[in-house]
């Protein structure tokens, strides 16, 4: 069930009116079975598996809380480490890394056929896998105490706002909002609304309505001039930002409405003063996952200079491989970890100078943008080699302006990017845009009816997929 579809208009209203007219202790047993159904509604047989997933973690958790012997506490935590990523592996990896080994056998001569087939990636799988084995791994580490009731687990693990697509939450944030009853709030109700209706803005107005331009250009490369494919890969960065971006919001909104809060996952990315910041502010929950349970294992900056660099790499490089089972992903993470590793050596060489402070960081934040940018080119492309050409067209054949739909779909399209980097723009220097945030419940009204209004008259209403909902 997307999020913007008439299924999801149709059952979330339904849900959350239930939700507040049931009585509290029926509340949660409620939500577990609402999530299960908008998980279940895509292939109702991927149910089993986020309930195995949530089973093997629970029974885990519990049984590395009662036992006193390290030996065995370990035990536990490697056969819930290792089952759940073998059914990330099987799903999302087994067709790439089958079609690799064919390739180098091809490439040696060997005449010998390495078993695989394309399997449907289920839903989310990435997502609940890593919140599930977050909880394991902090249960080991005696950062949080086991949950003991199987229900409220089985809700925190499948919670339906952020269970496709995140944000990945931690058990010490989400898990405790399901022990306490909460009651309705009209401004957190309205709150709550207006995040959604700002996240839809993102998704229908910008991020569908730049991606047929996208499409065209990136899937029929070789048809296209740089000219046109620089604004392709202008246009994608706003795309896939819009597109998860929006998610996002809806998520957060859809929560806020029953008063549970979540991990905000973005924090205006594309104003970063480097790519260190950038990955701060960019699908946060991610960056810290990678931070609490890849990187500092790893060693972190707790170490020589050439291990902390390498250890950025390392990380960088499984990021990239988690997005998808594409080379091009790799590319994309290796990149952003050479990125992080030049900053590092930047800032130890060349510490930041205090003159033009406003100058410098506004030409640090357009330097960072560009590296972004280009690297999103090789997140976007089909292959590597792709990627390539695009970039050498990019800097050799300039030319006319492939024109899409025509240019007043160009024209607004750039409207709507402006109007969403007035409002980054704004909050990155502390001011709120006060029509929008007002406290006024008249005002605010008004400022989230014009909203709507405008999403309903300027947006691009294809039914298109979250761009995550892939990883």
């Not at 959350?16 to 299960?36: A, E, H």
Request: hydrophobic share 50%; proline share 4%; with cysteine.
């Amino acid at each position: 069930m997307l999020f913007n579809s008439l299924a999801f208009l149709a059952f979330f209203p339904v849900v959350c009116l239930l939700y507040w007219l049931l009585p509290p202790k029926y509340r949660n047993g409620f939500l577990l079975l609402s999530s299960y159904y908008f998980y279940m509604s895509w292939k109702p047989v991927y149910g089993l598996l986020i309930l195995f997933s949530t089973l093997v973690t629970w029974l885990s958790g519990i049984y590395i809380g009662q036992q006193r012997e390290r030996r065995r506490k370990k035990a536990a935590l490697t056969l819930a480490l290792a089952s759940n990523f073998s059914l990330l592996f099987f799903f999302k990896y087994w067709g790439f890394f089958g079609e690799s080994v064919n390739y180098l056998l091809d490439r040696w001569n060997l005449r010998i056929q390495f078993p695989f087939s394309s399997i449907l990636l289920p839903i989310g799988i990435s997502f609940y896998t890593f919140q599930t084995v977050a909880y394991v791994i902090d249960v080991y580490r005696k950062e949080i105490e086991p949950e003991r009731n199987f229900l409220t687990y089985a809700l925190f693990v499948s919670f339906f706002p952020q269970l496709v697509a995140g944000p990945i939450e931690r058990a010490k944030n989400l898990l405790p909002q399901f022990r306490y009853s909460h009651s309705f709030d009209d401004g957190q109700f309205l709150e709550g609304i207006r995040t959604m209706a700002w996240g839809y803005f993102m998704k229908l107005c910008i991020a569908d309505r730049v991606a047929p331009y996208v499409d065209a250009v990136f899937d029929n490369y070789r048809m296209h001039n740089g000219t046109s494919l620089l604004l392709g890969a202008f246009f994608f960065t706003f795309q896939i930002f819009c597109d998860f971006g929006g998610y996002s919001l809806i998520a957060l909104g859809t929560a806020q409405c029953l008063r549970f809060r979540l991990t905000s996952n973005f924090e205006r990315p594309y104003l970063s003063s480097n790519v260190q910041i950038f990955w701060r502010r960019w699908h946060r929950s991610l960056s810290s996952w990678f931070m609490d349970y890849v990187y500092i294992p790893l060693g972190g900056n707790r170490c020589n200079l050439p291990r902390h660099l390498l250890n950025l790499l390392l990380t960088f490089a499984i990021s990239g491989l988690w997005h998808g089972a594409n080379w091009t992903f790799l590319v994309w993470g290796i990149l952003h970890g050479i990125f992080m590793m030049l900053s590092v050596l930047m800032h130890k060489l060349w510490p930041p100078a205090q003159s033009n402070a406003s100058l410098r960081r506004a030409a640090n934040i357009v330097f960072t943008f560009v590296l972004v940018l280009f690297s999103w080119i090789f997140f976007r492309a089909s292959h590597i080699a792709t990627a390539w050409i695009i970039l050498k067209k990019i800097f050799t054949e300039q030319g006319a302006l492939y024109k899409g739909q025509g240019l007043p779909e160009l024209l607004l399209a750039f409207l709507c990017i402006g109007l969403l980097m007035f409002k980054e723009i704004k909050e990155e220097a502390g001011m709120n845009i006060h029509f929008i945030h007002s406290k006024n419940t008249i005002v605010s009204t008004i400022s989230l009816s014009l909203l709507i209004a405008f999403i309903l008259l300027f947006a691009e209403f294809s039914g298109n997929a979250f761009i995550y909902f892939q990883f």
